[in-house]
Structure formats: structure tokens, C-alpha cells
């Protein structure tokens, strides 16, 4: 049985249906601080949850017998970075809260990491595993900590954690909330319902992305790898492809040539991402528990582009 914080999230949406469909809609606890009546909420087990409600979650975690705890809910970049004592106590406590469940459970544990650990001082091409984790924002402060804090609980208490670095994430189902790469899904619904999009990130500022189903086909492959093999576990860098806003907006006009994009630079979510790596090597994942990505800029837009025709129509 397998506990979801932030179901309802733009990762937690997807992962929920398709665990659901994996291991069984009755083995998927999903968990989020609302209820949006959505399929995930109608299609299995669905709790609310605070997860800064300790007592809760554990209550949860016993009624339901849980034995994997998927630990999704917090608040991203953009967000963290203008209320950064809320995400320290929401982003931290409620990791805290799902490290003690699991070890009081046994559980096995995922919760991600990010591009956003690495900070200004690590190298910035090809970014290795193990460097240099100084990040200059809330958010990578509570990654960096979390990665920490989650290896302890391995090496400390042997409770069986896992995760995964997550460059900016693209998807059709669920919309990002509060990040700085948000922007890389924005313009593929403009693109669809306008025709134009103004990027507030600036042109050249190359990030690391990934489609979601690769997001979630990792997610399952680490947490189903044999755990013998794992050099690391908290957490894997990973990565589909790299790119600037002038890129993504030229593979767009591609398929709608009228496509216009212009820039509006925000001062706070550039500097976000200029914090941030240009590329990461995720060698240790491919080597490690066989990580691979389908999808490159070409094939996602293909997909993103034809998915949102459907559903903006
Ligand atoms: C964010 N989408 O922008 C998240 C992610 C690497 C980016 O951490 O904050």
C-alpha cells in the first residue's frame, strides 16, 4: 500500500493514476491538504491531509497499512523564495513528519529533490552527482537539507529512501504551481490558446527539462531497483534534455509558425534561474538503476502540442 502526499500537485496527478493502474486504484492512498473532486480524488482512496499534521499522517499510514510513502506535498521555488519561513516549516516539517512515519512503519520513501540544490558556486555544464550544494534560495536550502536529511534516515534508522534530482517538469494533466520553470509549460498552452507568449524568464538562460512521463517511469524504476545496486540514494541526478525559452519557442513555431514570443524578464525568477545549473550529468542514475529519457524537446512538443489541442478545444 502506497501513502501520496500532494496527489492533487502536478506531479502527485499523474503518479497517482498511473501507480494506481500499476499496483491497483485500492493499494494508492492519495493524500492532499484539499479536495478538488478530481479523478484522483474519485478514482481510489483519498484522504485529506496537512502535512504538517504529524499525528495525522501516522494515523493514516496505520489505518491503511501503508508500506511506501511517496512524499510530494511542498511549496516550489517561486513560491518558497516570498514566504521563505512558510516553506521552511511546511516543506521540512512535513518531510520530517513522513521520515518518522516511515521509519515508524518501515516504509520505503521517495520524496524528489531538485536543480534547485545546486547553487551559483557549482559548476554549471554537465553538472556531476557529487559537488559543490550551496543554494542561494529557500527552496534549494530545503532541497539540499532534504537530500541530507533523507540519507540519514538511511544510514541512521535503515529506513529504505530514495530520490531523484527533478529538472523543471512538463506536462498537460496538472499545471505546475510556483515554480520558476513553469514558464516551459505556460507557453505551450499560449501557444495553443493565443498564439504568443511573453516569457518572464530571458533568452539564453538554459535549463534542465523533462517530459512527465519520464518524470514518472523514474520515479517507479528507482523505487522498484534493486536497492544493492544504489551507490546513491538521495538523490539521483536526473535529466531529459536542456534548454533556453528561444529554443522551446523556435520547436513550437515548428508546428504553428504565427508563433510569437517576446520577453518580460522577472527580476525574482531569473535570479532563481540564473542560481541554477546549465546542464546535470545524470550518469549515476543510467548507471545505477538503469535511468533513461524518452522524450527529447521535438518529441514532447509533438505530444504537449496535440495533447492541449484536445483538452483546450
Ligand atoms: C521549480 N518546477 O521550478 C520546480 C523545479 C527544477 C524546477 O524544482 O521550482
Request: hydrophobic share 40%.
Amino acid at each position: 500500500k502506497i501513502l501520496v502526499t500532494g496527489s492533487l500537485g502536478q506531479i502527485g496527478t499523474e503518479l497517482v493514476t498511473k501507480m494506481r493502474g500499476i499496483y491497483g486504484s485500492d493499494n494508492v492512498i492519495a493524500t492532499d491538504i484539499r479536495d478538488n473532486g478530481s479523478t484522483v480524488v474519485k478514482e481510489g482512496p483519498f484522504e485529506i491531509l496537512d502535512v504538517t499534521d504529524a499525528s495525522k499522517m501516522h494515523e493514516l499510514a496505520k489505518k491503511y497499512k501503508v508500506d511506501t510513502i511517496v512524499h510530494l506535498a511542498a511549496l516550489l521555488s517561486a513560491t518558497a523564495e516570498k514566504n521563505p519561513l512558510l516553506a521552511w516549516n511546511l516543506n521540512m516539517g512535513g518531510l520530517v513528519n513522513a521520515l518518522e512515519t516511515a521509519r515508524e512503519l518501515n516504509c520505503q520513501f521517495f520524496t524528489p529533490s531538485s536543480i534547485g540544490a545546486f547553487g551559483p558556486s557549482t559548476p554549471k555544464d554537465q553538472t556531476p552527482q557529487d559537488t559543490i550544494q550551496r543554494p542561494t534560495t529557500m527552496y534549494g536550502v530545503n532541497k539540499v537539507s532534504g537530500e541530507l536529511l533523507c540519507d540519514y534516515y538511511f544510514y541512521k534508522f535503515g529506513v529504505d529512501t530514495r530520490g531523484v534530482r527533478f529538472p523543471g517538469l512538463i506536462s498537460y494533466v496538472a499545471q505546475p504551481g510556483g515554480g520558476t520553470t513553469d514558464y516551459a509549460v505556460e507557453i505551450y498552452y499560449e501557444a495553443i490558446k493565443s498564439g504568443r507568449y511573453t516569457s518572464y524568464i530571458g533568452e539564453g538562460t538554459k535549463m534542465d527539462m523533462m517530459y512527465m512521463p519520464d518524470a514518472l517511469n523514474a520515479i517507479i524504476q528507482l523505487m522498484e531497483a534493486d536497492s544493492a545496486k544504489l551507490v546513491h540514494r538521495n538523490a539521483f541526478n536526473i535529466t531529459a534534455m536542456s534548454f533556453a525559452p528561444e529554443e522551446i519557442a523556435a520547436e513550437i513555431k515548428k508546428h504553428i509558425p504565427q508563433f510569437e514570443m517576446s520577453y518580460n524578464v522577472d527580476p525574482a525568477r531569473q535570479a532563481i534561474a540564473d542560481s541554477w545549473p546549465n546542464s546535470i550529468d545524470p550518469t549515476a542514475a543510467k548507471e545505477e538503476w538503469g535511468f533513461k529519457a524518452d522524450y527529447d524537446l521535438g518529441k514532447m512538443t509533438v505530444d504537449m502540442l496535440d495533447k492541449l489541442k484536445a483538452k483546450l478545444k
